[in-house]
């Protein structure tokens, strides 16, 4: 079978600032939430490597680029570091960042690719977490001001801008799960900086609107579809309503739709946690919607009703259900994440259903494997079949969405080169093209090559 996508798919991949551009000794860049951690707790992060340590873009970016090129990209989403284009967060724009940024969209748009510019993955400046980071009604204001520099300084050569990449990521992993800083478990808090960022990403796409940009906004979210032990159960189907409101609704609505989840909304009454807002923060964020949605999915989430007892300590959101552990899941070992390779399609199916088949693309889908110099030939080339045979797979159920009539208009991978991956540095790799650390070679992987006739024929068989 042969899969024909849409004229003028979107094929490419993506990065972020923060995973990329590393630091040189006179660096001029702010500090940001994980500069700070790797300096004062650098035991947590893989082999030691930091956020200075990177793929070294800023005098990388031509190789980088060029790879990208060859492969055939036509567009290419990567973020702008909030500290370092604005060091304290808020105030004087550094010129230097400014002056990089510009070089590297010129770069871009020389090569044929479209810059998509995201304006947050994860990074809040330093100066700004000192005073409460998301917790902090301020920020919300500091973030507005930060897109409207960036919209002024880069919306000529810019034409498809993201608020945020998976919002949900600075929730459950700073105030949750303590994978990010600063690694506290608080679910009081955890709903005060969701809401924050959502309200943020309304305010900056009303900057956005107000702006003389021309172009889409939108969000990258990671969804994660929840499935139901037994569908015809009620008490698991409930469960699994309620993971979806706290994982996935919870941005999705507001995003897409104004509003907020009626389910999530109900117990966070329930347990006095309802965050701090206003009539004006709700008008903002339900006449703010997206143009434009991300979508990065990776994984499915697989619950059934609450067996096991409440965790006594702290709230939490496995207090409403009990994760299920499908016997016939098949792993990726390095990542110990499912691979279910519908879950792509039937998250494109419920936007069709559900969210009134608002333009979208697939902005992160992609496998991590460790040691992969293991796989290198002779040519020094990395024979990276697994993941040739995973995005087949993936992009067999995106061609079966959009012949059943969603708006899916293109596929990006995660990443195109390798990158650093916060606490877990880089011990797995995803990118089509590989970086030997030691000398900053690219090389484009056989997924690389793959993916260049993938794109020449828009499709595969």
């Not at 370092?84 to 748009?109: C, K, N, S, T, W």
């Not at 990521?169 to 924050?196: F, N, R």
Request: aromatic share 14%; charged share 20%; with cysteine.
């Amino acid at each position: 079978m042969t899969h024909h996508f849409p004229t003028d798919f979107w094929w490419g991949a993506a990065a972020s600032g923060p995973q990329t551009e590393g630091r040189s000794p006179n660096d001029s860049k702010g500090a940001s939430i994980w500069d700070h951690w790797f300096k004062t707790n650098p035991e947590k992060f893989y082999q030691g490597q930091g956020p200075g340590q990177t793929t070294q873009v800023m005098t990388h970016y031509q190789e980088d680029l060029q790879c990208m090129e060859e492969i055939g990209f036509n567009s290419f989403r990567t973020s702008i570091q909030w500290s370092r284009l604005i060091p304290e967060g808020r105030g004087a724009v550094d010129q230097e960042a400014v002056a990089f940024y510009h070089r590297y969209f010129d770069e871009l748009l020389a090569r044929g690719i479209q810059p998509f510019v995201n304006l947050y993955h994860f990074d809040m400046p330093m100066a700004l977490q000192n005073q409460g980071g998301w917790l902090n009604r301020e920020t919300v204001t500091a973030f507005a001001e930060y897109a409207q520099v960036c919209f002024d300084l880069f919306g000529e050569k810019v034409s498809h801008w993201f608020t945020q990449n998976e919002p949900i990521v600075p929730v459950e992993m700073g105030y949750l799960y303590q994978q990010h800083y600063p690694a506290v478990v608080d679910l009081s808090m955890a709903v005060q900086v969701g809401y924050h960022e959502a309200l943020a990403s309304a305010r900056a796409i009303q900057k956005f609107r107000r702006s003389a940009c021309t172009g889409k906004i939108g969000i990258i979210l990671n969804l994660t579809p929840t499935y139901p032990k037994d569908p015809q159960n009620p008490a698991d189907q409930e469960a699994a309503v309620i993971a979806d409101a706290f994982f996935n609704r919870s941005f999705l609505d507001p995003a897409v739709k104004g509003t907020f989840p009626q389910e999530l909304v109900e117990i966070i009454d329930d347990l006095g946690m309802r965050p701090n807002t206003t009539e004006t923060d709700l008008a903002v964020i339900r006449t703010n919607t997206v143009d434009l949605l991300g979508v990065n999915y990776y994984q499915p989430r697989r619950v059934q009703q609450k067996q096991s007892p409440k965790n006594g300590q702290h709230p939490m959101p496995e207090d409403y259900f009990d994760v299920y552990d499908w016997p016939d899941k098949k792993i990726n070992p390095y990542r110990g994440w499912e691979i279910y390779e519908k879950g792509i399609y039937d998250t494109l199916i419920n936007l069709r259903d559900n969210y009134d088949n608002i333009p979208c693309f697939i902005s992160e889908n992609g496998m991590g494997v460790e040691n992969e110099g293991r796989f290198k030939n002779e040519a020094g080339i990395i024979e990276d079949d697994y993941r040739i045979q995973f995005i087949k797979d993936h992009l067999a159920y995106v061609h079966q969405a959009i012949e059943e009539g969603c708006h899916c208009l293109g596929y990006h991978m995660w990443a195109a080169t390798d990158n650093w991956s916060w606490l877990n540095a880089f011990k797995n790799r995803y990118g089509f093209i590989s970086i030997d650390l030691d000398t900053q070679q690219r090389t484009i992987k056989r997924s690389g090559y793959w993916f260049k006739e993938v794109i020449r024929e828009n499709g595969f068989s």
